[in-house]
């Protein structure tokens, strides 16, 4: 059984930063695809950034140029560095983990694992 925990979530002005972490206990970190995702009130959970056990990377357009995922497999923990912040970034951020590892993902069903979600306000 894997488990994510995330941390890092809080309060920022805007063009503020933030580094999310989510740290995985249970299994085999380095063979996993980590993906990122947020969801605000009555919306569905939307993909931002994705890193394959490789080390590629992908992002949503929408984060491109502002947002970074990396992994650190020593720590069994992926980051994500958030700058130039927008109050429309205000939602609750989920890290996510495909234990099968082929390659990153971008969906929701493609992952097999959640955290429980850390809240990201941008004020305006």
């Known amino acids: 059984q894997v488990q994510l925990l995330e941390s890092g979530g809080g309060s920022v002005p805007a063009g503020g930063s933030l580094r999310l972490s989510c740290a995985a206990s249970?299994?085999?970190?380095?063979?996993?695809?980590m993906g990122w995702f947020r969801q605000t009130p009555g919306k569905e959970r939307d993909f931002i950034a994705a890193?394959?056990?490789?080390?590629?990377?992908y992002y949503a357009d929408s984060v491109k140029g502002r947002f970074t995922t990396s992994r650190d497999n020593g720590k069994n923990t992926v980051y994500l560095q958030m700058n130039s912040l927008k109050p429309e970034y205000t939602a609750v951020y989920y890290c996510?983990?495909?234990?099968?590892?082929?390659?990153?993902?971008?969906?929701?069903?493609?992952?097999?694992?959640w955290g429980q979600g850390t809240q990201v306000t941008v004020s305006s």
């Open positions: 249970g299994g085999s970190f380095a063979s996993y695809s």
């Open positions: 996510a983990a495909d234990t099968y590892g082929l390659g990153y993902r971008i969906r929701t069903d493609e992952y097999n694992y």
């Open positions: 890193i394959s056990w490789t080390g590629t990377t």
